[in-house]
């Protein structure tokens, strides 16, 4: 007897087999998790459009997995309305990122080194330090240095005080708590207040300064470097000798250094 079509095809196309269900699995826990890995690879924050697809949710459903992560302090919502990881109160920042930054960042950097002839340093914000990522060294004999790796102070030095300055103030005491607040020169800001007080100009003005406050003789300004949601994730410097100062023009170089973060920022865009 011949075989039924309907037989035939069963036996070309097999049934997959069904995974067997697992009781005590709650998927709504495992969509949270798997949304914490999503912004914790991601070298920006992410839309809600955007989270809802690579998590193939619903925007609706979406939205309550993030707003509970958020009330629960896993991850904070930008002033933009996109999503961000946090890692004990603080975003993490990916290496592709920082690599990118650095790639980026490089033509700028050596410019502003050949119009002031001053050494010039790139710094990020990670977890719970900022750290210096890229150096482009003064050609004059006599100079300032920097050195990759360094962890720098958010008190004292300019990046690290630009960098803190545009964090939201949890984050910034978080970083003041790790690093401590340690007087380096007789001009290191200790005070609680005082320190407080400088941030918000530093915000305000766009810029930030070191006036022998973490090296004597060296002066340092820095200006701040987002990233393409907004986010102050980064900070450029230069750190003229004091004695060379008047001879490069303080404003000038503070116009230099926020032009070329500004221009840093835009191509972080593209």
């Keep these: 007897m011949g075989k039924s079509k309907t037989e035939t095809k ?10 067997k269900k697992d009781p005590y699995y709650l998927r709504a826990v495992g969509k949270a998790l798997e949304a914490l890995e999503i912004l914790r690879r991601s070298p920006g924050a992410l839309s809600l ?25 896993h991850l904070r919502k930008t002033e933009y309305g996109r999503y961000a990881a946090m890692g004990n ?32 340093g790139l710094a990020v914000l990670y977890e719970n330090h900022i750290e210096v990522v890229s150096v482009v060294e003064s050609p004059e004999w006599a100079r300032m240095g920097n050195t990759v790796g360094r962890i ?60 022998e406050e973490s090296t004597l003789h060296g002066h340092c300004y820095a ?30 170089m503070i116009e230099g250094v926020m032009r070329t973060a500004r221009a840093i920022s835009e191509a972080l865009k593209a």
């Design 49 to 73: 459009a955007e989270m809802a697809s690579r998590l193939h949710l619903t925007k609706s459903s979406t939205l309550r997995v993030l707003h509970t992560l958020e009330v629960s302090r």
């Design 152 to 211: 720098l102070p958010p008190h004292a030095s300019a990046l690290g005080k630009c960098i803190a300055a545009f964090q939201p103030e949890a984050r910034r005491e978080n970083l003041m708590r790790s690093y401590g607040l340690v007087r380096f020169t007789q001009n290191t800001i200790v005070d609680e207040l005082k320190l407080k007080e400088q941030y918000e100009r530093i915000s305000a003005r766009g810029y930030s300064t070191d006036e």
């Design 89 to 120: 109160g603080c975003r993490e920042i990916s290496p592709e990122f920082v690599d990118r930054l650095i790639q980026v960042s490089t033509g700028p950097l050596k410019e502003l080194v050949r119009e002031f002839r001053e050494t010039v």
């Design 223 to 252: 200006a701040p470097v987002t990233s393409p949601d907004g986010d102050v994730v980064a900070a450029i410097s230069i750190s003229p000798l004091l004695s060379r100062v008047p001879l490069r023009g303080r404003e000038k």
């Design 10 to 19: 069963a036996a070309a196309f097999p049934a997959k087999p069904r995974k």
